[in-house]
């Protein structure tokens, strides 16, 4: 309870001397990555034993493929989060971005270049929506994007225009979960999600701009007192957000020969739940993609095991939930020891 | 003194928010390596003209010079491009990042397109060692910082720019007073290097360890600057409040005989105090005074019932309690002005109206289902006029006024229903001298009606001057008390201890009388 300050240091050579030779920065990986990655392994060991066909290529290619887009969007759903802020939109997002895509594959015979392109497009012009009301409007995101997304879903649905998408041709394979989406094993989704995840932990961690994001979190007036352009960082992750809803909706459409019209929903549920479960504290300030990654990866392993061990599928939900409050618990107790030592 | 020469000179500004008018004129004149004072009650202007010339606001009409060059600030970025660095009251901080990566947001060290790290913190280090702080604090994460560790942070966060003027806004309201003095020799340090410092303060006794120069404001003017040498607190006070202080110090009986309406017997908990006496008669103020640390938050937080006692008593009238949540002291008798008023004293966005009547809503409804709008406003204006609350409102947003008005209108609260009990905890922090005065009175007046009040405060002169009998804690214990006739100098001396770092370890000095002696 005292708050007393530290005698000052000894000699000036000697505290620097320590200085150069202690760490820098803090760890790379969080402990909460590290339980995270404990309990992950310890489901796939149980996995393992209890339905052999779990730790086969076939089981594990589709979980891969699965995270795929929670997790890629996830990356861009951490820095909002890192910022305070929210994004319930991206289940409406990728449904707009999506039956564009697959529409225009049946109907205009698109490429994958072309695919690609249009839908990232569309993902980026809605998050940039979502970014200039929440970064120049001043009101609150989670308010914003529940607007937003009713108004997305809605296009979405006139552009489905009440029929299910079929017969899309396999333009997409190449991101999809056949033979053609993977290389030497490893499904081409996957591999571009861990791509885009590293390039992202390596920004928010080693860069100006990237740290602008927790500062943002942590106390956005004393951000902006200290020279950080809030604004902008908080418009481009709303953008980033958009821009990868708009890829992930590629991997999806990719998944199928067929898009129904509740494509995208509740995935904004599931991008949130793997961000939280990752770590990133929901107050703001505090995360990393590398835990969403896992967080994605624990949600798709419970799912799949659930099923393939022939439980009723609603356990996993029971589970997931069990997963956000202990997460979000963890963060609470964290900060309360925190205030308590003060 | 290396080089008293002008830095900044700001001449006739002018600053109005709407019909307000912050400012009607302002002249500051800052000298190199110099530590001016700039001081006046809440609501006199400092804040304003503190945020023009940090660019958080820009003035209307007037102009500043720095180094001799006409300047215009129009940003926070182009104040710290001069070198005008300013360390908020509340610490500006990111609780998740490192100190290091704190002092340098907004100017991080680059090297090819990433932070380079090890600059930084070689930076980081040397600032430290400027301000007597240990170099492992570099790689700390300041939410693991106490308060005070973040403050002398902020102060490294405003250097690393290479500041020439370091605006401290009221410092020295978070900080113990030991604190305070580390404080002190950080700025002693810094202005031989010759770093001008504008320091804020209500502490007016503070001034006279610190300060060169003094410019006083009030009602948004500057009335003057003055050599610190010119000066004395009481004379400060004149000038701040445009008027002659009569000390009010009168003489209030109190039955000694009396039962007591509040006991604390034997009162501990462990690790925070232990063998605590506290005895309080109607009509009685008696202020417990001890300094941060000393475990005097916490014999009040067990009386708010936020924490509980082990062993020992409370007795109210006689009759044992033991209160287990604000609510349910409030139920038992004890009315309660809790020590941060933001966080636990008021609802910001609401009211003045609703903040009095709220915990009063049994009383101000009809038949305890709906409010009685009509007794609600005239119990406001009452209490708006009784405590001379500068309002134009009841309606008015407690969260948009000064903090000794906020303060007023948390303390009318407790006042609605005449309280037999009042504890108030720190009952005037970072509130202006003028408010000051005010709350006093009403707490003497409530005493000459019948209530007991315990005043649970680090303010030294506050406890001295309120009080009819005066206790120090130290080392979570009360040790000595004092009568009216106590000064400052003892009692300090009393809480500050012979043996300076083991608070614990000296008796109750000799001479003066124990706990329950009383020279009341």
Redesign the interface.
């Given at each position: 309870?005292?708050?007393?300050?530290?005698p000052?240091?000894g000699g000036?050579g000697e505290?620097?001397e320590?200085?150069?030779r202690?760490?820098?920065?803090?760890s790379p990986i969080t402990g909460q990555e590290i339980v995270l990655i404990g309990v992950i392994a310890v489901l796939w060991v149980i996995l393992a034993f209890a339905t052999p066909a779990f730790m086969t290529a076939g089981s594990i290619q589709p979980l891969l493929g699965a995270v795929a887009p929670i997790a890629v969007i996830g990356i861009g759903m951490t820095v909002i989060i890192i910022t305070g802020g929210i994004d319930v939109s991206v289940g409406a997002i990728i449904m707009v971005c999506a039956v564009i895509v697959a529409k225009n594959l049946v109907s205009a015979g698109w490429s994958l270049p072309v695919a690609l392109l249009v839908s990232i497009a569309v993902g980026g012009l809605l998050g940039l929506i979502n970014g200039v009301l929440i970064a120049y409007g001043r009101v609150h995101a989670i308010i914003i994007t529940f607007g937003t997304a009713n108004i997305f879903q809605w296009l979405g649905l006139k552009i489905f225009n009440s029929t299910t998408v079929n017969s899309i041709p396999d333009t997409l394979a190449t991101l999809g979960n056949g033979e053609q989406g993977r290389t030497w094993g490893v499904p081409h989704a996957f591999a571009i999600t861990v791509i885009l995840l590293a390039i992202a932990w390596w920004y928010l961690r080693?860069?100006?701009g990237g740290?602008?994001f927790?500062?943002i979190?942590?106390?956005a007036?004393?951000?902006?007192?200290?020279?950080?352009r809030v604004q902008r960082r908080v418009l481009l992750a709303y953008l980033l957000t958009g821009l990868l809803a708009g890829l992930a909706s590629c991997f999806i459409v990719a998944q199928g020969s067929n898009l129904g019209q509740n494509v995208g929903t509740g995935k904004e549920l599931a991008v949130i739940a793997a961000v939280v479960i990752g770590g990133t504290?929901i107050m703001g300030?505090?995360g990393s993609v590398l835990g969403t990654l896992l967080g994605a990866l624990l949600v798709q392993t419970v799912t799949s095991g659930v099923t393939q061990l022939g439980w009723p599928s609603q356990l996993s939900d029971l589970f997931v939930g069990v997963a956000i409050i202990v997460a979000v618990g963890t963060d609470l107790i964290r900060e309360r020891a925190?205030r308590a030592?003060? | 003194m290396p080089d008293t020469g002008v830095r900044l000179q700001m001449t006739d500004i002018t600053k109005r928010f709407g019909a307000v008018r912050a400012i009607r004129h302002a002249d500051l004149t800052v000298h190199t390596g110099r530590v001016l004072a700039l001081v006046g009650e809440n609501g006199a202007g400092k804040s304003t003209l503190i945020k023009i010339l940090s660019g958080a606001e820009t003035s209307d009409s007037g102009s500043i010079e720095f180094e001799g060059a006409p300047v215009s600030i129009s940003s926070t970025n182009e104040a710290m491009g001069l070198g005008i660095a300013t360390v908020y009251q509340e610490p500006q901080l990111f609780a998740e990042l490192t100190v290091s990566e704190n002092i340098f947001t907004g100017r991080e060290i680059r090297k090819g397109g990433r932070i380079d790290w090890t600059a930084q913190n070689e930076r980081v280090v040397e600032l430290l060692e400027l301000l007597g702080l240990p170099a492992r604090y570099a790689t700390a994460t300041v939410g693991d910082l106490s308060i005070a560790e973040q403050q002398q942070v902020s102060i490294a966060k405003a250097l690393a720019g290479n500041a020439k003027i370091l605006i401290l806004d009221e410092p020295s309201a978070i900080l113990t007073d030991a604190e305070i003095d580390v404080l002190f020799t950080v700025i002693r340090r810094l202005t031989t290097t010759g770093v001008s410092v504008i320091y804020i303060s209500h502490r007016l006794d503070e001034l006279f360890k610190i300060a060169h120069e003094v410019t006083v404001m009030r009602d948004g003017r500057t009335v003057g600057t003055y050599p610190i040498e010119d000066l004395s607190v009481r004379k400060v006070v004149e000038l701040m409040v445009g008027g002659i202080l009569t000390e009010t110090h009168h003489e209030r009986h109190i039955d000694p005989t009396a039962t007591p309406r509040l006991e604390l017997d034997g009162l501990g908990r462990a690790g925070d105090f232990h063998d605590v006496n506290v005895v309080v008669r109607p009509g009685e103020i008696v202020a417990l005074y001890g300094l941060i640390g000393s475990g005097v938050s916490e014999i009040a937080a067990t009386l708010y019932g936020i924490e509980r006692a082990d062993v020992g008593e409370i007795r109210l009238d006689g009759k044992r309690i033991s209160p287990r949540s604000p609510g349910h002291a409030q139920r038992l008798g004890i009315a309660l002005l809790p020590a941060n008023r933001k966080l636990q004293g008021m609802f910001s966005f609401q009211s003045i109206a609703f903040n009095i009547s709220a915990g009063h809503l049994p009383l101000l409804s009809k038949g305890n289902l709906w409010m009685d709008r009509g007794r609600e406003r005239s119990v406001a204006r009452d209490m708006i006029k009784r405590l001379a609350v500068k309002t134009p409102s009841e309606r008015q947003a407690i969260g948009a006024m000064s903090g000794g008005n906020a303060q007023k209108v948390v303390l009318a609260r407790q006042l609605v229903e005449r309280p037999g009990l009042l504890v108030l905890a720190e009952p005037t922090q970072g509130v202006d001298v003028g408010a000051k005065e005010e709350i006093h009175k009403i707490i003497t007046e409530l005493a000459d009606e019948g209530t007991a009040v315990l005043v649970v405060t680090s303010d030294l002169p506050e406890a001295l001057r309120i009080s009819d009998r005066l206790q120090v804690v130290r080392g979570g214990t009360t040790t000595v008390e004092f009568g009216r006739d106590a000064t400052q100098v003892d009692v300090l001396a009393a809480a500050a201890g012979d043996v300076d770092n083991d608070p614990a370890a000296a008796p109750a000095a000799p001479g003066v009388s124990s706990t329950e002696g009383g020279q009341a």
């Open positions: 309870m005292t708050t007393q300050i530290a000052p240091a000036p505290s620097r320590v200085s150069s202690s760490r820098v920065l803090p080693h860069t100006a740290r602008h927790f500062a979190g942590g106390d007036q004393a951000a902006r007192l200290a020279g950080v504290s300030g505090r925190r030592r003060r | -």
